[in-house]
């Protein structure tokens, strides 16, 4: 069982990347996926949590990527994916994704709020914005 994550990179402000979340030995299925980013020094925070099994509060996106990032998933290729645009340096951060094999009714806002809820989670990817 593993999360793979990738796309990270060096880009400058107002670029854009897409991360990928690659699973393996389970299928994402429809359960809820998280996004979260690190930097050295600051807590863990969640920036885009989606629960397809629930309705529009299923996706939650942090305040200051709403509008910039899209999380979404395909199933067929067992990948989820956080598309961001507009790129600030503060968004330079370590992300990773993380996955809860289990089916509940939480909204995106939950999830983003208690990481400890997801059972797997990669290993991260550097993404740097710098000019």
């Known amino acids: 069982v593993q999360l793979q994550a990738s796309g990270g990179g060096l880009v400058q402000p107002g670029g854009s990347l897409r991360l990928s979340c690659a699973a393996s030995g389970f299928t994402l299925d429809d359960y809820a996926i998280g996004w979260f980013r690190q930097v050295p020094g600051k807590e863990r925070e969640g920036v885009s949590c989606?629960?397809?099994?629930?309705?529009?509060?299923?996706?939650y996106y942090e305040d200051s990527v709403k509008g910039r990032f899209t999380v979404s998933r395909d199933n067929a290729k067992n990948t989820a994916y956080l598309q961001m645009n507009n790129l600030k340096p503060e968004d330079t951060a370590v992300y990773y994704c993380a996955v809860h094999v289990k089916r509940t009714d939480y909204s995106g806002f939950f999830y983003c709020l208690r990481p400890y809820l997801f059972d797997y989670r990669g290993q991260g990817t550097q993404v740097t914005v710098s000019s």
């Open positions: 989606i629960n397809s099994a629930v309705g529009v509060d299923g996706t």
